[in-house]
């Protein structure tokens, strides 16, 4: 959901429609020094998602979707240990020495963390968060050239060093037409967002000096004393890091430009991307030679910036509350950095007009692409985004979203659906709340609510096969029970996944889960039919999720079966992309004709 405490406002609509306008003139043309970025980095957690990543970077300039004379670069994590966003970070400095020697501390790079399998939104997980589709743009936008836009006023006013920016969140800001966001101080700079107290506490919170004047505007720039991450509301107070709803007023923006803050409430403001100059990542280049392999986790936003401004301590480094996996080393390489870091500038760009965005689970997608959210009104999301639909009923067209497909005129979908790079054939309805990806429906078939398929393309000994996943929306894929006896505590499509194991006749054996034995999850369990065909594929995952549904049999036991997490290793990307550009090309025709 939307972090900022700013309602939808004209300004901020305006700023972000001239941004999107702005890129969408740069999109297949070269760019002249200095006009956009010297180097676009993407990170991904392994060799497969690096093939994947490189292939989609290929095929985008190919058709003319990304500015040219731009250096692309996709860094892969070393294999082993997860070394988190920090360690990414750490590993993408280093992949920029050996290619670019000292050459690059010229240069202005965009860093874009995508190195996860989003288990909480699985349609990405194949070609990856930062190529999620948009219903936007033509050609469809993804996530990247979405960045890429929002940040287009970025380079000119930079100097030489890294943006840090993660995939699956949005930022948008409105600030004076004749003002520009700089990064040209040393240290570290970060943009900060008025947020409420709650979402302070899952995002990183600035500690900042006193204000230069009585007048807040759009754009301020500030120092901050201490970064804390992830704080408690107690430990924001404990700080001052709370600001007083009197602290504002509708007045109080230079040429009209208001925030809309919800006056009556306490609030803070909060993280999104940062910037370090090219002294202070020369610095941590240092620091990860000297250490060589990472084998814990970093991140890069706790690890970092909780080292930077006068006021920081020590203490963190011994903080693991917010921690996913504890490792003995991570507190060591914490207070390394600690050491190293310490006295470093933390200098923060207040964009009181802003609003912070996340689309990185099932919830949130479904919410801001298909509800009367802000984020669909300010980027000007779409609700048929390049596609051939039938009429849909007034009352859902609104609340429906697809993008690149193809749907037949006796097609039906219920409100609050997404269905992305698909085609279904007649009779196919889909309930309220699905997502469909990357699929195709060619016999009569109901989705139930609450429903997600995605299909994948796989390359098996050297034969293309299909896989559809299939489950709820809701289904908690990253949770993980040590003991086969615990498979109980599962869900399926909001059902016992032990009852649907013996619904299609499966045996609760070790066997049943790919990877690690240690623990078993959704993510893991072997479940998933492999077939000739992708309409196939659908078809059976149809009929599993029908047997949960209507508490009916389907035996699985005789086919051959894959988890997600094999899946992702056996993904054929080319056929992925040739799916997707049928339908481009179908889709174009039809266009065409009717104008």
Known sequence: MAAARVLPSVSLREATQRKLRKFSELRGKPVSPGEFWDIIAITAADKKQELAYRQQLSEKLKRNELPLGVQYHVFVDPAGAKIGNGGSTLCALQSLEKLYGDKWKSFTILLIHSGGYSQRLPNASALGKIFTALPLGNPIYQMLELKLAMYIDFPPHMNPGILVTCADDIELYSIGE?????????????????????????????????????????????????????????????????????????????????????????????????????????????????IGTLTCEVDAYGDFLQALGPDATIEYTRDTSNVTKEESELVDVRQKIFHLLKGTPLNVVILNN????????????????????????????????????????????????????????????????????SRLEPDVSVGENCIVSNSYIVTKAVLPAYSFLSSLSLRINGHLKYSTMTFGVQDNLKKKVKTLLDIKSLQFFGVCFLSCLHT????????????????????????????????????????MLNAVQNNSSFNLSSFQRLSIEEMLVYKDVEDMIAHREKIFLEVSINKEHFN
């Open 354 to 421: 802003s609003k912070f965005y996340h689309i990185g689970t099932t919830e949130e997608y479904l919410f801001h692409f298909t509800s009367d959210s802000s984020l669909k009104s300010e980027l000007g999301l779409e609700s048929i985004a390049f596609s051939i639909t039938p009429d849909i009923p007034e009352g859902s067209a609104e609340r429906t979203c697809v993008i690149q497909s193809i749907l037949d005129s006796s097609f039906s979908v219920a409100p609050g659906s997404v269905i992305e790079y």
């Open 178 to 290: 004749s003002e520009f966001i700089r990064f040209d101080k040393p240290g570290f700079t970060a943009l900060a967002h008025p947020s409420s107290l709650t979402v302070g506490t899952t995002h990183g919170v600035f500690v900042l000096d006193s204000p230069n004047c009585l007048k807040h505007k759009a754009l301020e720039y500030r120092c901050c004393y201490r970064f804390l991450h992830k704080p408690s509301i107690e430990k924001m107070h404990q700080f001052n890091a709370v600001c007083k709803p009197g602290d504002f007023s509708q007045q109080d923006f230079d040429g009209g430009d208001t925030a809309y803050l919800h006056l009556d409430s306490e609030f803070v403001y909060t993280d999104s991307l940062f910037y370090m100059d090219y002294k202070s990542a020369q610095k941590l280049l240092a620091f990860y030679e000297q």
């Open 504 to 543: 299609w006749n499966l045996k609760v054996t070790e066997e049943l889960f790919s990877g690690n034995k240690a623990c078993f999850s959704l993510w893991t369990a072997r479940i998933f039919p492999i077939c000739s065909s992708l309409s196939d594929s659908v078809t059976m995952s149809l009929k």
